[in-house]
């Protein structure tokens, strides 16, 4: 049974740092994409970033750039969230997902979902 596990998550200062983390078990997902997603309440979930299986392309939404960094260690099976400087419109659930294949910003392109993790900013 595969299994994401999202940790890492908490209350944080406006411009403080969290690093996530979500571990993969159940079956290896090294030659899979995986990406990070967000929802606040009432608003629809959204991309936040997402890493190729090597690890060597990435991608990240405009409202995350150079503030969030993705990353990966095939060898653990987990991906990782670097959140700096975060405001508090990047208050939400956040979670990890594998993607069927490739990177992609399109939730319907992920098979697999963690059950998120809280990161709420205070300002």
């Known amino acids: 049974q595969v299994q994401l596990v999202e940790s890492g998550g908490g209350l944080v200062q406006a411009g403080g740092s969290l690093r996530l983390s979500c571990a993969a078990s159940?079956?290896?997902?090294?030659?899979?994409?995986m990406g990070w997603f967000r929802q606040a309440p009432g608003k629809e979930r959204e991309f936040v970033a997402a890493?190729?299986?090597?690890?060597?392309?990435?991608s990240n939404a405009d409202s995350v750039k150079g503030r969030f960094t993705i990353s990966r260690d095939n060898a653990k099976n987990t991906v990782y969230l670097q959140m700096n400087s975060l405001k508090p419109d990047d208050t939400a659930v956040y979670y990890c997902a594998v993607a069927a294949s490739q990177l992609s910003s399109n939730p319907g392109q992920y098979d697999y979902w963690g059950q998120g993790t809280q990161v709420t900013v205070s300002s």
């Open positions: 890493i190729t299986w090597s690890g060597v392309w990435t």
């Open positions: 159940g079956r290896t997902f090294s030659r899979n994409a």
